[in-house]
């Protein structure tokens, strides 16, 4: 089908759509009439690791901490998310700065949060004033700032809210928590302000790949009632996925306009005129009722068991009597040897077993298809051909290891069912050597090379751990100074991931 360009659909389209797919509630809608409660979350695309990471950094690190991705990379949903996860743990002031009146406002949120007596009329000056003067006091519970769209306010404000931070501190601990949502510029100007005494723990939300749009997409559909196969084709999956960058939320509105497109070709192949007074379900009932039974006519045949007058077999082979079958081999290449610098020697084996084509030839031309070689042709091929292809995909590994620093080749040799703490990261190579060379346990930190934005991005990690619940306990036994920082526990096999990509193996 083609993909015209929806953007004056009236608005009956979208009730009848909804009737037709039988959805509860549009899948697609932001205004979904979901409660936290019945908030369904995409955890794939590494979505459930900086989940977990945001819960351990607001739970345990005296920083603050920055979600950055771009437009429709599903901040506010994972913002949604982790106001359920640490709702018993903390007071919470939930504010998005695209709905402020001001943006000094964000400090009366922050003042009604802690119950501040201000009057309504109070300056941002006075709001601050009475915040530090509340934070002083015993408090009930800790209060947790999630400050949505951050990006949208300025320095001055943002080096405020800092300021407070700064200023209202207690030893080594933070007056309250904070957890920007923002665009990736939100990180370099908060880096911009020099905060001496202040840690910022920064993580970037990456873009879906193709297979997992398809799976987001197919989740948002059954939380919305849908329970069949997902209603795309591979086609128009791609069209979503180039249509949305990888970003979920930006496939929304193109998904949306995709399924009222087909609804509305269903009813044009029908003939189908919706001023018959039928209403929009019972008329897609009726479509897919006669497109089986259309199907259930032309190949009654086949289904109930009937004979082919044209000569198919038991299988439903279409071929003729007249019709010849060939077999063809393909002549193929066959590494034979390997030197010593790595160089493979290759030479054509007439004779030697390779891929099989069918032929079916008649008055009308010949076909070619591929066809499936009989046991008879498949002797010997696996070990003429898959030991040369093995023998070089392990030197290609081993080249490829060859280039990992021995704190990789140590990480590599970990279970990936085990656990580490990753302590900080950043993305200056000479800062993190620093920084681990003045640790008191300098011999138990390892450091491995990822890739962030299409840069450089240096991690360093601590211990061995079989479970996650052993690496929370094992951050006791980290310096202070790396307590401080917020470690938090993170997979193996998500560092052999890391690694690999970086370095191509």
Not at 168 to 181: A, E, G, H, K, T
Request: glycine share 8%; proline share 5%.
């Amino acid at each position: 089908m083609g993909f015209a360009n929806t953007a004056g659909k009236v608005a009956s389209s979208s009730s009848d759509y909804l009737e037709a797919y039988q959805f509860l509630f549009d899948p697609f809608e932001m205004t979904a009439g979901l409660s936290p409660d019945d908030f369904v979350f995409y955890a794939g695309a590494q979505r459930e690791q900086v989940l977990e990471q945001v819960v351990h950094l607001s739970r345990f690190s005296a920083s603050v901490v920055v979600v950055a991705g771009e437009q429709g990379s599903g901040r506010t949903t994972l913002k949604n998310q982790l106001a359920v996860e640490l709702s018993e743990r903390f007071k919470q002031a939930d504010i998005s700065a695209n709905s402020l009146t001001v943006p000094e406002q964000v400090f009366s949120e922050i003042a009604f949060a802690l119950d501040c007596e201000v009057s309504e009329e109070a300056s941002a000056g006075e709001l601050i004033s009475a915040i530090r003067h509340q934070l002083v006091q015993p408090q009930d519970e800790p209060l947790l700032v999630l400050l949505d769209d951050a990006h949208l306010l300025s320095d001055a404000v943002l080096s405020a809210l800092v300021s407070l931070l700064q200023s209202s501190r207690q030893d080594d601990d933070l007056p309250f928590q904070v957890v920007m949502f923002g665009d990736l510029d939100l990180i370099g100007r908060l880096d911009s302000f020099a905060m001496v005494d202040i840690l910022l723990h920064d993580v970037v939300l990456p873009p879906l790949s193709e297979e997992e749009m398809a799976e987001y997409l197919a989740l948002k559909l059954e939380v919305a009632g849908w329970n069949d196969d997902l209603p795309f084709d591979d086609s128009e999956l791609e069209y979503l996925y180039v249509q949305s960058s990888g970003m979920p939320g930006m496939a929304h509105q193109p998904a949306r306009d995709l399924l009222i497109d087909k609804m509305q070709a269903q009813f044009a192949a029908a003939g189908q005129d919706r001023g018959l007074g039928l209403p929009v379900g019972h008329i897609f009932s009726l479509v897919v009722l006669f497109g089986v039974l259309l199907m259930a006519f032309f190949y009654k045949d086949s289904w109930f068991g009937g004979n082919d007058p044209n000569g198919a077999g038991e299988e439903g082979q279409l071929v003729s009597s007249d019709q010849v079958v060939e077999r063809t081999v393909v002549p193929v290449k066959v590494p034979l040897t390997t030197d010593s610098s790595g160089d493979s020697s290759a030479v054509d084996d007439q004779s030697a077993p390779g891929v099989a084509v069918s032929q079916v030839g008649d008055a009308g031309g010949e076909i070619s298809s591929p066809a499936i070689l009989g046991p008879e042709t498949q002797s010997g091929t696996v070990d003429s051909v898959e030991k040369p292809v093995a023998a070089i995909d392990q030197a290609s590994q081993a080249e490829a290891s060859s280039t990992l620093s021995a704190d990789e080749r140590y990480l590599m040799s970990l279970a990936s069912s085990h656990y580490v703490l990753q302590v900080m990261a950043s993305s200056s190579e000479p800062a993190v050597e620093a920084y681990m060379e003045q640790q008191k346990n300098r011999s138990a930190l390892r450091l491995f090379t990822s890739s962030r934005s299409g840069k450089p991005w240096y991690v360093v990690v601590a211990g061995n751990y079989p479970t996650v619940e052993a690496a929370r306990q094992g951050v006791a036994s980290l310096p202070e100074e790396q307590k401080k920082a917020g470690p938090w526990p993170r997979s193996v096999g998500d560092v052999h991931a890391k690694i690999k990509d970086y370095r191509g193996i």
